[in-house]
């Protein structure tokens, strides 16, 4: 084995720190905390020497620069682009990366002067802020929909495929056109991916993961893999399809009633209902001419459905939605309205409330956890125990910022933990963030402090999923 750890701007500033959790990597496996965001592996094929190259140069331009939360770097973009893309461009799109993929952060105005300011370049709120509000509202009332192409996507199969996942995976397997959600966790019991299961088959299994990690996830199933057979374990095929699917996803009351008229079935007003197509459940339909595979979830906590599509169809497809949703009131929406929308729901995000330095346990994930099986980091998982717990704050915070993550929580002038995301609550009209605190300050009910623009302000935990947390409005029926 060879290990290797450079290309530090500070090496030598950077040295001492970087070598003790290399030598914990070396020697336990694992380092105490969580070292994705240095590992090569959160890059993928697709990068090249010029655009290491071109991206090192821009660096080093902003190493002295005071960084602000909403900073989007331009070099090397647009570099991986969804065939939507350039439609999502003409209506006003205002575009992150993730990943190398252009995805859309919000949709500002399409009549926008070129001296327009976007991005605050502060830490209070910039223009953007204005455009994201209007397109959460736009799904808790109506309908959003929402480009998720990014996403990481895998086919596992073959004779030992149940078998593996069920190992690889700490929640039970979904029956076939079902789903679930489900972590596999490091040697060490700490999370290492999130996936959502699509189980087609008897040994035929459809992964979806988040967008930024794709060669990271890849690396740990095909490793993963090869253990499993050199174990003893049947073969098992493994695929990275996530270039040749598109997704949209499309959420709000009115989805379904949008949905119903380009569906094409024999009985399109109940093709969509519970009975038909319950929550958590997938199915093959046909929207127009384009073959889906549809998925009955939603990151945002409403009705809604993850349209996985042929990439080569997307435009049609995207031009479809669009004009059967411009009949509801359908919004275009964007990852900063997302962010905002799934906290209110509690849903924990991979590389904010889940790493490899917090187990399953630790996020407030036991409902994803089957302890009746044996899973790969199980018993690490169980001796680990709660060293911090995953909470959700509604903040009394100032009227012209939010918090967006790592901002100290405190409780009697103490630090008790931190938040890990954070944002603005249409639902509660409040500033909202999601955390880990001290287990004996995780009880609902309990008053902190965050801080944010040098000042302590009153937060309190709240319920997992404060919003809807009988989530009648996901399973709600039509």
């Not at 327009?116 to 994201?132: L, V």
């Not at 990852?335 to 889940?354: C, D, H, M, P, V």
């Not at 300050?441 to 935990?461: F, I, N, P, S, Y």
Request: hydrophobic letters at 40%; glycine letters at 10%; aromatic letters at 10%.
């Amino acid at each position: 084995n060879m290990w290797l750890a450079e290309g530090f701007s500070f090496g030598i500033t950077a040295a001492g720190g970087t070598g003790y959790y290399l030598a914990q990597m070396m020697v336990e496996g694992e380092a105490e905390i969580d070292m994705a965001s240095l590992d090569p592996k959160r890059y993928g094929g697709w990068m090249t020497t010029e655009y290491a190259a071109r991206k090192n140069e821009e660096c080093y331009e902003h190493v002295f620069v005071l960084h602000h939360p909403d900073e989007e770097r331009e070099a090397c973009r647009p570099l991986r682009t969804a065939p939507a893309y350039d439609r999502q461009k003409a209506l006003g799109a205002q575009f992150g990366q993730v990943n190398g993929w252009e995805r859309p952060n919000y949709y500002g105005p399409k009549d926008a002067p070129a001296s327009f300011d976007h991005d605050a370049r502060s830490f209070r709120r910039g223009a953007w802020w204005q455009y994201a509000e209007a397109e959460a509202r736009a799904i808790r009332e109506t309908a959003g929909l929402i480009d998720a192409t990014a996403f990481t996507k895998h086919i596992v199969r073959g004779p030992g495929a149940t078998a593996f996942l069920d190992w690889f995976t700490c929640n039970a397997l979904p029956k076939i056109g079902r789903i679930n959600l489900t972590y596999a966790l490091t040697p060490t019991g700490t999370t290492r991916t999130e996936y959502t299961i699509v189980r087609n088959g008897e040994n035929d299994y459809y992964l979806v993961s988040a967008g930024a990690w794709t060669a990271y996830d890849a690396d740990y199933l095909k490793k993963s893999i090869e253990d499993f057979i050199a174990n003893g374990g049947a073969h098992v095929d493994m695929h990275d399809v996530t270039t040749q699917w598109g997704v949209f996803a499309i959420a709000g009351p009115k989805s379904r009633d949008i949905l119903k008229e380009i569906i094409k079935d024999a009985e399109p007003d109940t093709a969509l209902s519970n009975k038909r197509f319950p929550w958590l459940s997938a199915r093959r339909i046909e929207l127009g001419m384009c073959p889906v595979n549809a998925i009955r979830v939603a990151y945002t906590g409403e009705l809604g459905w993850e349209l996985h599509h042929p990439i080569e169809m997307q435009r049609y497809l995207w031009d479809l939605l669009l004009a059967a949703g411009d009949r509801h009131g359908m919004k275009l929406v964007g990852a900063r309205a997302q962010n905002w929308l799934r906290q209110e729901k509690s849903y924990r995000a991979f590389g904010t409330e889940l790493g490899r330095d917090a187990t399953p346990a630790e996020a407030g994930l036991d409902r994803f956890i089957d302890l009746s099986k044996e899973f790969q980091g199980k018993q690490a998982m169980i001796d680990t125990g709660i060293r911090a717990k995953c909470v959700t704050v509604l903040i009394d915070g100032p009227k012209d910022t939010d918090p967006w993550g790592k901002e100290a929580l405190l409780s009697g002038g103490e630090k008790v933990g931190r938040l890990t995301s954070g944002g603005w609550s249409v639902a509660f009209g409040k500033q909202i963030g999601m955390g880990y605190v001290r287990p004996d300050l995780a009880a609902v009910g309990t008053k902190l402090k965050v801080r944010m623009l040098r000042q302590e302000w009153d937060a309190e935990v709240v319920e997992d999923s404060p919003f809807d947390p009988s989530n009648e409005r996901i399973r709600v029926n039509g």
